[in-house]
């Protein structure tokens, strides 16, 4: 592959990130906080054993009210600021 075409590749995958980043950075911050506790703890398959990518915001089933409830529990205690740092340092 040139240059050039892997350039594209990355600048369009730069692009979605953003995207997704500014998408997620509307949500709620329980639904942030249970995004990276999801991402740090689950440990299933996700083709068929967890169910996170299988729902979306717009419509929560039971894999992302897990996480949910995991992090409001957290942000009673602690600002989604302190809990995202401990988080994502484990």
């Known amino acids: 592959m040139e240059n050039s075409e892997k350039i594209k590749e990355l600048r369009a995958k730069a692009d979605e990130l953003e995207k997704l980043d500014k998408e997620n950075s509307k949500l709620p911050e329980?639904?942030?906080?249970?995004?990276i506790i999801h991402s740090k703890q689950c440990r299933w398959n996700?083709?068929?054993?967890?169910g996170?990518?299988?729902?979306s915001w717009d419509k929560i089933g039971n894999s992302r009210q897990r996480y949910i409830d995991k992090a409001k529990v957290i942000l009673v205690e602690v600002d989604f600021?302190?809990?995202?740092?401990?988080?994502s340092l484990t």
């Not at 996170?52 to 729902?55: A, K, M, P, S, V």
């Not at 600021?81 to 988080?87: D, F, N, S």
């Open 52 to 55: 996170w990518h299988y729902e």
């Open 30 to 35: 329980e639904y942030r906080l249970a995004n």
């Open 46 to 50: 996700h083709s068929d054993g967890c």
């Open 81 to 87: 600021e302190t809990a995202y740092k401990v988080i």
